[in-house]
């Protein structure tokens, strides 16, 4: 409000300092009537209405020639209360907490379904150790069927996501082949089956039209590597005298290192190995495969392989860890290529073949050759 309004204006010419108007003239100053509702109504607002409270003590101080700056006060104070005695003043609203405010830590949760993964993991070790200890030739009849479920997961995602049409047929049927001359002729065997199965792919491509005929016979010379010529060497540890025992503790090692990594990581996990190509691994991770892997090869070495000893299965974790990872990072960039979570989904909880295979592969041969270098061929 200006102080016009509220008779807080400059003092008259008459030179009277006090309030204005005078007490003795205040009647005589305001003129009565409708003559004075056109008198200077540009210049002056019209006064809010208030409530009139009862308060003889202001209204004998207001009569009285008070400071007029004291009588804006008291204005300010009845605009600033409620306007009835009896008139609660509001409650403020209950506002949320700002978004900087600390929230309470969530409970953490696994990206699978640990009741379906743990099953079916408990399905797949029985069958594996129960073919590796009673009969070679049908766990190395596991490896081919693995082997070529994994090669058709592979082609079949290259095919939707990248229309690269590797030949599956050479594929598969090479595959199962170089398995088997890895387990009967051992390296050399190996090395021959995937020279024909590569032949092979270029040949059987040949007989669709040439476009994409690069890309395709690549990614099928790829595959032939990748799946069965790296899981030769599993069929190649199983031709020792303790190849079970061999195979065994190339499962455990890479098994118990892929754990550690998960159960370190979950729970300690706070500083990114690969953000780009893993987001879910983590350096604490990495090292709690290490330090795992790192013990169970000492037990597995001293206990389960003729001539081992505990320092050798040091050196065995240490490598198996690393390799596995590498293993994991490497198919991560090949789903994140190809825009896929997994691979298949033909074990529930896992995802499919390849999603299980892949830090197994990548191990196999340093696996083999570090036992070689230990213990000798067997």
């Given at each position: 409000m200006n102080d016009s309004s509220w008779g807080a204006g400059a003092p008259h010419s008459t030179g009277y300092a006090?309030?204005?108007?005078?007490?003795?003239?205040?009647?005589?100053?305001?003129?009565?009537?409708?003559?004075?509702?056109?008198?200077?109504a540009q210049q002056t607002r019209p006064m809010p209405i208030v409530p009139d409270f009862p308060d003889a003590g202001r209204d004998a101080e207001d009569h009285d020639g008070g400071d007029a700056r004291d009588d804006r006060d008291r204005g300010a104070a009845r605009l600033s209360g409620p306007l009835f005695r009896d008139e609660k003043p509001q409650e403020p609203m209950h506002t949320p907490p700002p978004a900087s405010a600390p929230q309470p830590p969530q409970k953490k949760r696994a990206g699978r379904d640990l009741r379906a993964a743990i099953g079916v993991g408990v399905g797949?070790?029985?069958?594996?150790?129960?073919?590796?200890?009673?009969?070679?030739?049908?766990?190395?009849?596991?490896?081919a069927v693995a082997v070529v479920v994994g090669l058709w997961e592979l082609t079949s995602r290259l095919e939707e996501r990248k229309q690269i049409k590797a030949p599956l047929v050479p594929l598969a049927v090479g595959g199962a082949a170089m398995v088997v001359a890895g387990y009967v002729r051992g390296p050399e065997g190996a090395w021959v089956a995937m020279a024909l199965t590569a032949l092979a792919v270029l040949v059987w491509r040949m007989t669709e039209p040439p476009e994409g005929y690069l890309k395709d016979v690549t990614a099928g010379v790829f595959a032939a590597f990748y799946v069965p010529f790296l899981a030769t060497f599993v069929a190649m540890m199983l031709t020792a005298d303790d190849g079970p025992e061999r195979v065994l503790t190339f499962l455990l090692l890479t098994v118990?290192?892929?754990?550690?990594?998960?159960?370190?990581?979950?729970?300690?996990g706070k500083h990114k190995l690969a953000p780009r190509i893993s987001p879910g691994k983590t350096r604490e991770g990495l090292l709690g495969a290490v330090a795992f892997a790192m013990v169970a090869g000492a037990l597995c070495m001293q206990f389960l392989i003729d001539g081992g000893t505990w320092?050798?299965?040091?050196?065995?974790?240490?490598?198996?860890?690393?390799?596995?990872?590498?293993?994991?990072?490497?198919?991560?960039m090949i789903k994140r290529d190809l825009g896929i979570k997994d691979m298949g989904t033909l074990l529930p909880g896992h995802g499919g073949i390849m999603d299980r295979l892949d830090s197994l592969l990548p191990t196999a041969p340093v696996v083999w050759l570090l036992l070689v270098v230990f213990v000798g061929s067997g």
């Open positions: 006090g309030a204005w108007p005078p007490p003795d003239q205040a009647q005589a100053s305001i003129p009565a009537g409708p003559a004075y509702a056109g008198h200077d797949l070790g029985a069958v594996i150790v129960a073919s590796l200890f009673f009969v070679k030739a049908v766990f190395v009849g596991v490896i118990v290192s892929d754990t550690g990594a998960y159960a370190v990581g979950w729970r300690f320092w050798q299965g040091l050196l065995m974790g240490l490598a198996v860890a690393v390799t596995a990872t590498l293993g994991d990072l490497g198919e991560s």
